[in-house]
């Protein structure tokens, strides 16, 4: 593997024997030529069950193409809702249907004239009232993103919204909602039949987490005024020079996957995404590709995004570092630091993009490197057999909730002031061993179980408001720093659908800490029999059974009375560990 390929720097040091080796592998099994062929043996030769999923998952290779052939009928719409007198627009979605959005968002600076893009990806009533104060509704156009038709929290979201712009526009509600789906859906026929602004029909063969260059991301964008075109265009040249005829040295997408598989194949598996914050929101794109595409049968690549950079910090050898630059913006701050890692042996990869519009290209090349990663793994990167687990498990706790009118309790193992503390039962036996007092020594005696190779992550069912967000890095850094291990943080219920399944189906590697809180206000959710705030508790219950039933090393902190001040106290106790 060269030590530059176009706008992609690396330094693997003693690691490089290990991505030629990969790429080799590779390029000996026609890797690229299969993938373009939608070849489903790639991924897995002996399950013809597998295979047959494969293959109606591959329609975001053509993607580009695709889209820019509709190109002026979304641009022709997204003027239509500029001209209509639109202030926001909202969308309802969760995972793939919402992080590229969210991204759009948080990068591209708003255009004047253009609405305003929020995203809403939360059942937390905090979450929900809080855009609710920020859009009036007869101005707002509601995008109600799910690809099945079924997604819960899409659904319940949906309802919620609609049910108060019925008590103001009456049967003319619709005229606020687009449907963002695949063709058959009950979105489909729900949008039909209450007359939306717009129903766009996405290509069924486009899995969630690949579907940034369709409409589930471009009609977003384009609504907001960004130049879809452009995106578009960057797409395409990346995937041109992805295709077979590019030799296998300048490929970009090819020289990646083997990167991440091969140094993963070394136990280099936590993929350290170092972005500016400037394009900080892409690391939560990529975070549900990878995770939720390699992280199953025990396996998984483990993106760790969001993570202050520490200039005093020298990593371990399970990191590998991704590098983004902005143009010309100043990496000086860091680039001793960085050659420390680097001289270290920590492998480093440099990713240069001239503008924002490089983004479209950066899709593509994610894209195209996790399909052959999970090729090298060995695993079927289109599926995610295990998020059903949690969604089960949430299913069960609600109709418990049906019939008694209140959601299964945990008896806490260590109560102290506002927080208290539920242990698994492989915890509960190390405390008695350990003679663990309170909650400190609990949240200690949990850490201490982490090995070489393990990871921490923080699972917060709180809104992600920017006074929670310091408490919790504080925390993520305390117990990455105290016990040596990377450690991820995540907002519920939106991890549900990105690293979730990394979770339930890697490599059983995790140390989790969820941690939950009091509803301060709620919503009720128009015909359902339980709220937004009893929806979360259930899905952060949920996912504590599915968690538990696997046997993973968790605990779970609840925080009553003021979030802001528990998350605090928290952060504290670890703190001073």
């Known amino acids: 593997m060269s030590e530059k390929t176009n706008d992609c720097e690396v330094a693997l040091s003693s ?37 047959a999923s494969i293959i109606n998952r591959l329609g975001w290779l053509s993607s580009p193409d695709l889209m820019h052939d509709r190109l002026s009928m979304i641009t022709t719409w997204a003027n239509h809702v500029r001209d209509a007198g639109f202030t926001h627009t909202v ?34 009533p905090v979450s929900v009232a809080a855009v609710e104060s920020r859009i009036l509704l007869d101005t707002t156009l509601f995008f109600v993103s799910s690809k099945s038709g079924t997604t819960i929290e899409s659904n319940a979201l949906y309802h919620y919204f609609s049910h108060c712009l019925k008590a103001r526009k009456g049967a ?23 007359h939306f602004n717009k129903t766009f029909i996405n290509p ?29 265009a960057r797409g395409q040249s990346l995937q041109a020079r992805c295709r077979p005829e590019t030799r296998p040295e300048k490929n970009p997408g090819l020289l990646l996957g083997a990167l991440l598989a091969g140094l993963g194949r070394m ?88 503008d924002l519009y490089d983004l479209g290209a950066e899709f593509f090349r994610w894209e195209f490197a996790t399909a052959v990663a999970g090729a090298a793994l060995g695993i079927n990167p289109f599926d995610e057999p295990n998020v059903t687990e949690s969604k089960d498990k949430t299913l069960q706790v609600l109709e418990a909730y049906r019939a008694t009118g209140y959601l299964p309790r945990q008896v806490p193992a260590v109560w102290e002031g506002q927080l208290s503390l539920s242990a698994d039962s492989q915890l509960d036996g190390l405390q008695k061993a350990a003679a663990a007092t309170n909650l400190a020594e609990y949240l200690d005696a949990h850490f201490r179980r982490g090995q070489p190779g393990d990871y921490a992550a923080i699972m917060a069912y709180v809104d992600q408001c920017k006074e929670n967000e310091a408490s919790l890095q504080a925390l993520r850094m305390a117990i990455s720093d105290r016990y040596g291990l990377a450690a991820t943080l995540a907002y519920g219920p939106r991890f549900l659908h990105s690293t979730g399944q990394l979770h339930k189906g890697g490599a059983g590697n995790g140390l989790f800490l969820q941690i939950t809180t009091d509803n301060p206000i709620d919503r009720n959710i128009p015909g359902e029999f339980f709220t937004f705030g009893v929806l979360k508790d259930a899905q952060a219950l949920g996912d504590y059974q599915a968690l538990s039933a696997r046997g993973l090393r968790l605990v779970r902190v609840h925080v009553s009375g003021n979030i802001a001040e528990g998350l605090r106290t928290l952060a504290g106790k670890v703190n001073t560990l």
């Open 204 to 232: 069924s063969n486009i899995g969630g987490r690949f579907s940034a260059l369709s409409f589930f991301g471009l009609v977003p964008a384009a609504a907001m005024g960004i130049d879809i075109g452009k995106l578009l």
């Open 267 to 354: 136990g280099r598996d936590k993929i350290t995404f170092l972005l500016p914050p400037s394009l900080a929101a892409f690391g939560y794109w990529v975070e549900q590709l990878i995770a939720e595409s390699t992280g199953k049968e025990g396996k998984g690549l483990l993106p760790v995004v969001g993570e202050p950079i520490d200039l005093n910090r020298t990593y371990g050898p399970d990191r590998v570092l991704i590098l983004f630059q902005l143009g010309e913006e100043p990496t000086a701050a860091i680039g001793p630091w960085l050659l420390a890692q680097e001289r270290a042996g920590c492998p480093v990869a440099r990713i240069i993009l001239k």
């Open 172 to 194: 003319r509600f619709g005229e606020n909602f687009v449907a963002i789906t695949d063709s058959g859906t009950p979105l489909e026929r729900i949008a039909n039949g209450q």
């Open 91 to 124: 969308v309802l979605g969760m995972g793939g249907s919402s992080l590229c959005p969210e991204m759009w968002r948080q990068t591209f600076p708003r255009r004047a004239g253009w609405p305003e893009l929020l995203v809403l990806d939360s059942t937390n």
């Open 15 to 51: 690691c490089q024997s290990y991505v030629d080796e990969m790429l080799s592998e590779l390029i000996n099994r026609a890797a690229v030529d299969r993938l373009w062929q939608r070849d489903p043996a790639l991924w897995k030769p002996d399950d013809a069950e597998c295979q």
